[in-house]
C-alpha cells in the first residue's frame, strides 16, 4: 500500500509531462502553404516537372541532386576551407509542409569558396536522399544557405540509427515536440537549438564536395552540396516517431553528374 501511496504523485507527474504543446494551425495569408510537390502518385517525382513549367530542371536537367556518392571519385572539401556558423537559439519554428518538417531559422551562415551564405533554413528526409557506395541511411538532414542573388549552398549530414540508443541533443531539441504537428500545414516551437556539437561534428571529419541541384521543385542547379563523411546517430525512439510522420519524402538519386536526366532517358526509351 505504501508503494502505491507513494508511485501514484510519479504517475501525476508523467501524466502532465505527456500533455502535448497546443497545436496551432498556420494562418491562411499564404506565408506557410503546404507545397503543392509530394511523394505519391502524380505529385510525386516522377511528374514534378508537370506539376508547374518552373519545374522544368526536374525532367531535363543534367547535373541533379541527390546522387550516388563514391567514396573513390568524389571531391573532398579542403580542410578549413569552410565554416559553419549556427548560433544557438532560444526556439524556431518548426513546420509541417506536407512534403517534409521544417526549421526555419536565418541566424546562421556558410562560407565557402569567399563566399558568405546566410542559413534560411533546414529539413528532414527519410530515407536518405544520397547513397554512399550505394548505402542508403534512414534519414538526412539538409541545412539550406542562400545569398540575395539566390546562389545557393546546402550542407547534409546522415543519421545513423544508435545501437546505444543516444541522439544529438539538438535534435532531440527539435523532435520534443514533433507530435504537435503530425497534421500537414501545422507548426510547433522547437526547445532551444544548441548547435555547438553539430558544428564540431562537421569540423572533425571529411566533406564530400559536389555541385548538383536542389532536390525539390524547382529542382535547381549550380547548388554547391557539403555533405558530412561521419553520420550523426540517432535513437530508434525517435527514429520511430519522426518516420511516422515524414513517411516517405527522398527523392530517387539521380544520373551520374553531367549525364541526361533519367527522365528524358526513360521517356526516349518508351518511345
Known amino acids: 500500500m ?6 501514484l504523485p510519479l504517475l501525476s507527474v508523467a501524466s502532465a509531462s505527456c500533455i502535448p504543446n497546443r497545436v496551432v494551425r498556420r494562418a491562411a495569408d499564404g506565408l506557410v502553404d503546404i507545397n503543392k510537390f509530394n511523394y505519391t502518385n502524380l505529385g510525386g517525382p516522377l511528374n ?10 526536374c525532367s531535363k536537367g543534367s547535373h541533379q541532386s541527390p546522387i550516388v556518392i563514391d567514396t573513390d571519385a568524389i571531391d573532398y572539401a579542403a580542410s578549413g576551407s569552410l565554416k559553419l556558423n549556427l548560433p544557438s537559439a532560444d526556439n524556431a519554428k ?15 551562415s556558410l562560407e565557402a569558396n569567399n563566399k ?3 542559413l534560411a533554413q533546414f529539413h528532414f528526409h527519410t530515407p536518405s536522399e544520397h547513397r554512399v557506395n550505394d548505402e542508403y541511411f534512414p534519414m538526412e538532414v539538409h541545412f539550406v544557405f542562400q545569398t540575395a542573388a539566390k546562389e545557393t549552398a546546402v550542407v547534409g549530414f546522415f543519421f545513423q ?30 526547445g532551444e537549438l544548441d548547435f555547438e556539437g553539430l558544428r564540431s561534428h562537421f569540423t572533425r571529419h571529411g566533406v564530400y564536395q ?7 521543385p524547382p529542382c535547381t542547379e549550380e547548388v554547391v552540396w557539403y555533405l558530412s563523411t561521419e553520420p550523426l546517430p540517432l535513437n530508434v525512439q525517435t527514429y520511430n516517431k519522426v518516420k511516422k510522420i515524414l513517411k516517405y519524402n527522398a527523392r530517387y538519386t539521380q ?9 528524358e532517358v526513360a521517356a526516349h526509351n518508351l518511345n
Open 210 to 216: 559536389y555541385t548538383g541541384s536542389l532536390t525539390t
Open 94 to 108: 518548426f513546420e509541417n509542409l506536407g512534403s517534409g518538417l521544417e526549421v526555419v531559422l536565418t541566424n546562421g
Open 255 to 263: 544520373n551520374a553528374l553531367g549525364e541526361e536526366n533519367l527522365l
Open 48 to 57: 514534378w516537372a508537370g506539376l508547374d513549367e518552373a519545374n522544368e530542371a
Open 161 to 190: 540509427l544508435s545501437e546505444f540508443g543516444y541522439s544529438v541533443p539538438l535534435f532531440d531539441s527539435v523532435f520534443a515536440h514533433i507530435d504537435d504537428i503530425a497534421d500537414a500545414g501545422t507548426y510547433t516551437t522547437t
Open 116 to 118: 558568405t551564405y546566410p
Open 2 to 7: 505504501k508503494f502505491i501511496t507513494a508511485f
